[in-house]
């Protein structure tokens, strides 16, 4: 499995860079099989489902390990990317649950019952794409990537750094829920767009269709995982790196340092969105909760947990602290914010590396003793103290 | 639009406006000094500064209630005192923070965001357990509500004015610290070159402590000087935290002057355009303005020239 | 987990092992597995012919409210509500026999929480009824939930309108009901011609000056002079407040809600605005807002709700005290509280009624309903699941408390989709 960059850059990296090493084929192999087969053998419906939220998380963890961990972009408004991914799901849903015959109590039948609160009699122009099925699929990736290119090449093409970005990109957080919140005949408000019903007339309510639907977002989450690891794998993530570490070397070498960079935070807008969509699908709303900082931020942790430097570690990540909220905040609702806040600080201070990390300092060299047939291959850590400056 | 109201009318919305700007101005300046000295001086995203201010609210509700059971005669000067106590209230645990956590942190500020993202949800946590989830109504002397009369139309609010009071005291007090002290010196030589601020024997540890400790008291005051304005809740002080580093990173991070010309620039916009349009569309406006000139010039309104 | 890595210690050598080892951080995922459910009572027994938890002795009854979260200062005065009202019919004997068995869930402020945890309430723990939500974010959240497994919901704010489900009893007034009663008499009493509307930005403020300014143009023939929006979270009114000074409205019309109220009305009084001489009329702050907004800053403005703490009627009384006799003396009691309390016993009054737990029968057995000893006094559930109510006037006064200064004499028709008003 060798790309065509790969064979390129041959000559530098001989076997050393292949596309997965054995280890993470087996990382990817577990991954796979407990979320593909374990849980939902394990799980009833209603905690399938629940798992099944929590991975579409895990996508925007994903893309925050290309931007954050591989090219040092932190990004505060990855919700902007899951929102509007869902918002464009959303919309289609609900113009087909909006039929004239389901809405015929309205004043204007037809249209998205908000609509119709809002005195708007027709639906508006930016709502008509999302009439059509595959013209939908393409949207909810390509308007959050449009939207992440237009931010991202305007910022690092004047070199933007990376505080300064995170601060931008949360002020545009702010903005958009202001602004969907505000316009509520065209967006629904703060309510959101609810009571969706049917994906190309298959009932999505229904517990088949959420089994359905957890096993295509795994699916979709598998096809995200090797994707990154592509990028990763790739020269492409290697310039990353270096990027990060030495901005200033990597532009001297005469790369386009904005480009890469446009193209890592467009990625994680992409994978974002595809988590957004699935959230939409299989949750059945979209409302503006999940646009603003807080989500954006949580999502940050997410990351941080599972380890900014694996992609395994993000998915990882995302359902143990998406299941320690949920235990949590239903047996010491109080504690749960605490222990929020402190594993921040703990993920940061002393785990720079999340789960991922601990287990390539603690257990891995352990085994690795044990077994002395293999040598543990050089794996990218963050050091606790000194990390790339800026 | 002017068409509708008499000349007189006009002249006094042209004053007041020019007043309710003003008071906008030096609430945007007070929150986001604390935070220019912070992220400015020391280039850690503190994303706990609008959790400081709220201890410094705190403060005040608690210092109303003692005042008012034990000391009902010198409750028209309370106000005073529990500025004072809110600056060291939250000096202190800004310095105990740093301590603790921010000085592990200075080679990596991207982590310093997440980590103080963690101490505000703990802070806001503590509040509600200790204060309980609900506001609290902060009781303020009589002569600090109402407003002077200047001509029929025109008045003045002396809460406005006493913002207005409390601002310029500390920013001149601010500038004097940081320009015509020793102590100012000696943060503005660590912040520009930590090693050989070091080599000349300035203690970098305690100048980063006391100036983490410096930013969080200015904080304290200004949550406690809002107590006249706005709530004082477990999670009010996520009310401003967005406006509060854009205020900053708008002014060009590294400039106390240009804090205040951004200040200065995003309260005026904000006040005009809340005058003629509805209040959420000049928000949007306004914040979309700071964030397209912030990506046409990344560097911010003014800029220092310092070694990174 | 340690047995198994002394199993395959002396086994296979490969990275095959550490990797399943570190499938240890996915262990704590199984932990989600089922927790037993609460046994279904039988079938056969007759109230409950379709799998509710109903026993010989017990019935289980959901209560859904942020506990956590921004929304919290909010929802916590109608659990305590909910609660009081439950424990207050145990006492009494139960509902058909059977005393009531609580099952809190916490909707953190977070709607998807709502929809999920209204789910396990119903599907898992087989509910007879959730008294819950308070946002019409977390209802329209969680209200396909209700629909599609055919449970009923108890839901207590004051809201917007503009709906009506099968599955859900609105206990609190919805827009028109609390608004139009009121708009009548500002406008008789204080000759009122000119309103400006102030609110926080979304669709319950929205929709509820929408219905406001169509009742002030059409049938008061008043004018509407302003109407402002601002982002919920907003502490600077000041230009607001310039511009009605400028105006020289007769009402201000406000439903500011949360943080801003506090800063509104602060610095309303601030900028000299006499709000014994400037009338202001609210829609959104109850006992529990003047807490934190202080009872100085908003004396004299005057607010309607169906419901004031201040309410003399022995009904009122007796709940009052009970009420604080459960959750101290310092706890005041707004007006989604009282509607929260009127939850469990029209719910109680409705399967007596049909004599059975299953939700179709409570629900064909609600519409008509009355509760005589409703704090607020008499209601009665109209045919599109809404309360015939009355709306009231107060005045705010310093102490925080409400004094009524206007009752309208007749129970009002709820109308949640209100004609020449959208």
């Known amino acids: 499995m060798t790309s065509p960059i790969q064979s390129l850059s041959k000559a530098v990296t001989v076997n050393d860079n292949p596309f997965m090493k054995p280890m993470e084929w087996v990382s990817l192999a577990l991954l796979a099989g407990v979320v593909l087969v374990v849980l ?63 809405t015929k109590i309205q004043s204007t039948p037809g249209i998205p019952d908000f609509m119709d609160w809002n005195q708007i009699t027709a639906i508006p122009w930016f709502w008509q794409p999302f009439k059509s099925l595959p013209l939908t699929l393409l949207l909810v990736v390509a308007v959050p990537v449009a939207f992440a290119f237009l931010i991202s090449v305007a910022m690092f093409k004047r070199r933007v750094g990376g505080t300064y970005f995170a601060i931008i990109t949360q002020a545009i957080a702010a903005i958009l829920t202001i602004l969907i919140v505000g316009q509520q005949g065209y967006t629904g408000g703060i309510n959101g767009i609810t009571d969706l019903r049917t994906l190309h007339g298959w009932d999505i309510r229904t517990d088949s269709a959420k089994v359905i639907l957890y096993f295509v977002n795994g699916g979709l989450l598998i096809g995200c995982i090797l994707m990154a690891q592509y990028v990763k794998r790739s020269k492409l993530g290697r310039i990353l790196v270096a990027m990060r570490e030495k901005e200033d070397r990597v532009r001297f070498s005469g790369y386009s340092v904005a480009g890469f960079k446009v193209f890592a935070f467009c990625l994680a807008a992409a994978f974002a969105a595809v988590g957004g969509a699935m959230f939409t699908l299989q949750v059945g709303f979209m409302s503006p909760s999940f646009v603003g900082i807080v989500p954006s931020i949580e999502m940050v942790i997410y990351a941080a947990v ?38 921040f600080i703990a993920v940061v201070l002393a785990f720079p590396n999340g789960l991922a990390g601990l287990w390539r300092e603690h257990v891995e060299p352990r085994l690795f003793r044990k077994a002395k047939g293999l040598t543990p291959t050089p794996t990218p850590v963050l050091p606790a103290h000194g990390a790339p400056a800026e | 639009m002017f068409g509708e109201y ?20 030096s609430v945007y300046v007070l929150m986001a000094l604390g935070l220019a000295i912070i992220f400015g001086q020391m280039g850690v995203i503190n994303m706990a500064h609008g959790e400081f201010m709220i201890l410094g609210a705190y403060v005040t509700y608690l210092c109303s209630g003692f005042f008012q059971t034990h000391l009902p005669s010198l409750f028209g000067a309370y106000f005073f005192i529990a500025m004072a106590l809110a600056f060291l ?26 980590a103080t993202w963690g101490l505000s949800l703990i802070l806001q946590q503590a509040y509600r357990s200790i204060f309980g989830p609900r506001e609290v109504g902060v009781e303020l002397p009589s002569w600090m509500m109402g407003s002077i009369p200047v001509t029929d139309s025109i008045e003045v609010q002396i809460n406005g004015l006493f913002v207005i009071a409390v601002t310029t005291v500390i920013t001149l007090g601010v500038a004097l610290l940081i320009y015509r002290s020793r102590f100012g010196a000696q943060i503005r030589a660590v912040m520009s070159n930590r090693p050989m601020a ?21 904080a304290g005051i200004a949550g406690s000087a809002f107590t006249m304005i706005g709530s004082t809740g477990p999670t009010s002080g996520q009310l401003y935290i967005v406006d509060t580093f854009l205020i900053v990173v708008f002014g060009g991070a590294a400039s106390l002057l240009g804090t205040i010309a951004s200040a200065f620039s995003i309260s005026q916009t904000q006040s005009t355009l809340e005058f003629f349009l509805s209040g959420s569309m000049a928000k949007v406006l306004t914040l979309l303005a700071v964030v397209g000139i912030l990506m046409l010039r990344p560097q911010g309104l003014f800029t220092l020239k310092v070694r990174r | 987990m340690a047995k198994d890595i002394s199993d395959t210690e002396n086994g296979l050598r490969s990275p095959l092992r550490r990797k399943l080892l570190m499938g240890m951080a996915g262990l704590p995922a199984l932990a989600l ?11 056969t027994s007759a109230v409950n012919t379709t799998g509710l938890a109903v026993t010989d002795t017990e019935v289980t009854v959901g209560i859904l409210h942020s506990a956590t979260g921004t929304m919290a200062i909010s929802e916590t005065g109608s659990i305590q509500a909910e609660k009081l009202a439950i424990a207050q019919i145990n006492e009494a004997g139960g509902v058909l026999g059977r005393k009531i068995k609580v099952i809190q869930e916490d909707g953190a402020s977070d709607w998807p929480t709502f929809a999920e945890k209204a789910k396990k309430l119903l599907v898992n723990d087989h509910c007879a009824a959730v008294m819950g939500c308070w946002t019409s974010a977390s209802r329209k959240a969680a209200l396909p939930v209700f629909e599609q497994y055919n449970g009923l919901l108890y839901y207590p704010t004051f809201y917007e309108g503009l709906e009506q489900s099968k599955n859900v009893i609105y206990t609190g007034q919805e827009a028109t009901q609390q608004i139009l009663a009121s708009l009548d008499w500002v406008h008789k009493e204080k000759g009122a011609k000119t309103f400006f509307m102030i609110g926080s930005d979304y669709i319950w403020p929205r929709t509820s000056n929408k219905i406001a300014r169509k009742h002030v143009e059409n049938v008061l023939k008043g004018s509407v002079v302003g109407e402002e929006y601002f982002p919920l979270g907003h502490t600077q009114f000041n230009s607001v407040i310039n511009k009605i000074k400028l105006k020289k409205p007769d009402v201000i019309f406000a439903d500011v809600v949360g943080g801003s109220n506090v800063a509104f009305y602060k610095q309303l009084k601030a900028a000299g605005i006499d709000l014994s001489k400037q009338t202001l009329l609210t829609i959104s702050v109850t006992e529990d807002e003047i807490d934190g907004i202080g009872g100085d800053n908003i004396a004299g403005a005057y607010s309607c709700m169906k419901y004031f703490q201040s309410l003399k009627n022995p009904n009122n009384e007796a709940f009052v005290a009970a009420f604080k006799k459960m959750w101290g003396e310092k706890t005041v009691i707004g007006d989604v509280t009282q509607a929260a309390y009127l939850g469990p016993f029209l719910w109680k009054m409705a399967v007596e009624k049909a004599g059975s737990f299953d939700v179709d029968k409570v629900v064909a057995a609600s519409p008509g309903i009355e509760f005589k000893q409703a704090p607020e006094g008499y209601v009665k559930i109209h045919e599109n699941h809404h309360l015939w109510s009355k709306t009231r006037v107060a005045k705010a006064l310093p102490t925080g408390q ?3 200064v206007y009752e309208s004499p007749e129970l009002i028709e709820p109308n949640p989709f209100p004609k020449g008003y959208q």
């Not at chain 1, 505060?76 to 649950?97: I, N, S």
């Not at chain 2, 002249?11 to 700007?21: H, L």
């Not at chain 3, 597995?33 to 079938?43: E, I, V």
Request: glycine share 14%; net charge neutral.
């Open chain 1, 40 to 102: 939902p053998l394990a799980l009833d419906g209603f905690r399938l489902n629940l798992v099944g939220k929590y991975l579409t998380y895990a996508f925007v963890a994903l893309g925050l390990v290309i931007c954050w961990g591989y090219a040092g972009i932190l990004s505060l408004g990855q919700g902007v990317f899951f929102g509007l991914g869902g918002y464009c799901m959303a919309m289609y849903l609900k113009l087909e649950a909006s039929s004239v015959e389901n």
């Open chain 1, 306 to 343: 599972g380890g900014r430097l694996s992609l395994f570690g993000a998915v990882w990540g995302t359902l143990l602290v998406n299941y320690a909220k949920t235990s949590f905040s239903e047996s010491f609702p109080d504690l749960w914010l605490f222990g929020l806040g402190a594993l």
């Open chain 2, 6 to 25: 008499s000349l007189a009318d006009l002249s006094s919305i042209f004053v007041m406006q020019g007043f309710a700007g003003l008071i906008l101005f």
């Open chain 2, 89 to 114: 209230a939250s000096g202190a645990l800004g310095m105990l923070v740093e301590w603790a956590l921010i000085r592990h942190l200075y080679k990596r500020p991207l982590d310093t965001l997440l």
């Open chain 2, 198 to 218: 070091g080599a000349v024997g300035i203690d970098t540890e305690k100048v980063d402590r006391y100036t983490f400790g410096l930013g969080c008291g200015i």
């Open chain 3, 33 to 43: 597995m089922p927790r037993p459910s609460f046994a279904a009572a039988p079938p």
């Open chain 3, 402 to 404: 409400f004094e009524v």
